[in-house]
């Protein structure tokens, strides 16, 4: 009953090769958000858009950019992994304002060899 | 000031036992404090928040203690199950732009029968 899906669940690319991660939510929610995260550690947030403003988090690599093409879709691109790319992709929405949890889709595993 | 320093990095507890996080902050301008439950393979889940205008808060076995003073808070989960096993992060922030989430670093959680 995931309300937050992301597809494809594993990722496999090659080193400098395109690749795009997608996720869609169900809840409506005016927030949607993309973190990285690798083996044990914190999600560590990539950007989010509140509707279709787009805000980046000063330390995300230009290698990293988003679309959001309507309410309900978000699009990861990393133009050119590295191997230092591999790593958990996680989507998450929230409706935003006061309190509002996040909720996570079950992420996507990237590899890249 | 933006860190939530979170302890332990790991915990083994026995089946029955009482399973302690430890959270920590410095921004006082952090009014909002999640838990999520994250699983093998799963992206994170919002199990518990609090806000610091009370100093505990309980929902079935899973406790949140709050010292604002000390700018501390906590996890605790009573009467530990084999299935609680899977990694916490504390997170925090302003209660108006939960936008800004900082998580912890996480604490991988094992319960044995």
């Known amino acids: 009953d995931a309300m937050v899906i992301q597809n494809p669940r594993y990722q496999v690319t090659q080193f400098g090769k395109p690749v795009t991660l997608s996720c869609s939510q169900t809840?409506?929610?005016?927030?949607m958000y993309w973190y990285q995260q690798k083996s044990s550690q914190a999600p560590k947030l990539l950007f989010h858009?509140?509707?279709?403003?787009?805000?980046n988090e000063a330390d995300t690599p230009d290698n990293f950019q988003s679309r959001r093409p309507n309410t309900s879709f978000c699009f990861l691109d990393i133009r050119s992994p590295g191997l230092g790319d591999a790593a958990m992709y996680l989507c998450?929405?929230?409706?935003?304002?006061?309190?509002?949890?996040?909720?996570f889709g079950n992420g996507t595993r990237l590899t890249v060899t | 000031q933006q860190q939530v320093k979170q302890s332990p990095q790991s915990l083994i507890v026995q089946k029955g036992g009482i399973s302690i996080i430890n959270c920590a902050y410095e921004?006082?301008?952090?009014?909002?404090f999640p838990w999520y439950q994250q699983f093998p393979g799963k992206g994170p889940a919002l199990l518990i928040a609090?806000?610091?205008?009370?100093s505990e808060k309980k929902e079935g076995r899973f406790t949140i203690s709050f010292n604002k003073s000390a700018k501390q808070f906590s996890l605790h989960i009573m009467d530990s199950q084999p299935g609680d096993s899977a990694t916490y992060f504390c997170?925090?922030?302003?209660?108006?732009?939960?936008?800004?989430?900082?998580f912890g670093t996480g604490t991988r959680l094992q319960v044995f029968p």
């Open positions: 921004n006082t301008a952090f009014d909002y």
């Open positions: 998450a929405s929230t409706a935003g304002g006061y309190n509002s949890p996040l909720h």
């Open positions: 858009y509140y509707d279709k403003d787009f805000n």
């Open positions: 609090i806000r610091p205008d009370v």
């Open positions: 809840l409506n929610h005016n927030v």
């Open positions: 997170a925090a922030s302003p209660s108006y732009n939960t936008d800004k989430l900082i």
